[in-house]
């Protein structure tokens, strides 16, 4: 598939700014099975400084400051990836959750050692005894981890409601737990926080969604999804990425931008500014074959 992609990001000032400072994660990462070919960012007001580089996790990552009153922001990407389908492993030949558990903290090669710093807790995921219980209802013993983790995605797309307003980005992952509401960033750390829970690795995956419309209408400009999901470390299966939020195996309709250990890592646009007003922010997204 390809696909050209536009992210709009708007931000009104009831007052005035003066200066803000912005780091963006918004450049589609570039992996073994998806291409960014082409990437434009575009900042309105003109900013004084842009500077991009790649973060520790290999995302890019692009800073930027605005120097003059300004009382709107206006931050536009424009991407043109190409994706190929994902090879999928069977699940049923995956090795057992535990031996992979067991391997992250004793094996010594490359992966499994980068894999392995996704098994601790971080700022907006923290392991419990709670999340484990949770969790272990599919992670039954000698299971293999593949089979045991599709399960874990279907729990909580099946016992998790979609509610974009039961909470915002600093909610934390025990209470989305407890409440069981929440967005695609909140159904992801739940998941993550389950897996850690049993001492396995998972990482939280930044990206889009390509939507259909219902037959018969035309698809809305602006209607997709800046979306996020999770990815578990499966041994020589590599990293599997899953969608509690739709319960899928990432796919084709899925496109990366970045990963890290959760949202605070990969926040698509994040930022702060001067002066004593509020603020107001609309986003969206387009994602659009280059076929159509």
């Not at 500077?51 to 290999?58: A, E, H, M, P, W």
């Not at 992801?188 to 995956?205: D, F, K, T």
């Not at 999770?230 to 739709?246: C, E, I």
Request: proline share 7%; glycine share 6%.
């Amino acid at each position: 598939m390809k696909y050209r992609i536009t992210h709009l990001t708007q931000y009104g000032y009831s007052t005035a700014t003066p200066v803000c400072h912005n780091l963006v994660h918004l450049t589609p990462r570039q992996t073994a099975r998806q291409r960014c070919r082409d990437f434009v960012l575009e900042i309105s007001p003109d900013p004084a400084h842009v500077t991009s580089r790649q973060d520790y996790f290999g995302n890019q990552s692009s800073y930027f400051s605005i120097h003059q009153s300004h009382a709107g922001l206006c931050v536009t990407a424009r991407s043109f990836v190409t994706l190929l389908p994902v090879d999928l492993p069977d699940a049923d030949k995956s090795p057992g959750w535990e031996s992979i558990r067991d391997e992250l903290s004793s094996v010594r090669a490359p992966e499994w050692l980068d894999a392995y710093q996704f098994a601790f807790d971080s700022p907006c995921v923290k392991s419990s005894a709670e999340l484990a219980e949770y969790a272990s209802e599919s992670f039954l013993p000698q299971r293999p981890i593949l089979q045991a983790v599709a399960d874990l995605n279907r729990r909580i797309h099946q016992d998790f409601r979609y509610d974009p307003q039961a909470t915002s980005v600093t909610t934390p992952v025990q209470e989305v737990f407890q409440h069981r509401h929440g967005v695609c960033q909140d159904f992801a750390h739940v998941a993550i926080g389950c897996l850690r829970s049993l001492g396995l690795a998972a990482r939280y995956v930044s990206g889009y969604l390509r939507t259909l419309p219902p037959p018969g209408q035309a698809r809305m400009v602006g209607a997709d999804a800046s979306h996020a999901w999770f990815a578990v470390y499966a041994g020589s299966s590599g990293w599997v990425d899953l969608d509690p939020t739709n319960q899928l195996l990432v796919d084709t309709d899925h496109i990366t931008l970045a990963w890290g250990r959760d949202y605070s890592d990969v926040a698509p646009v994040r930022g702060v500014f001067v002066g004593a007003g509020t603020h107001s922010v609309t986003v969206s997204v387009d994602v659009l074959p280059e076929d159509e």
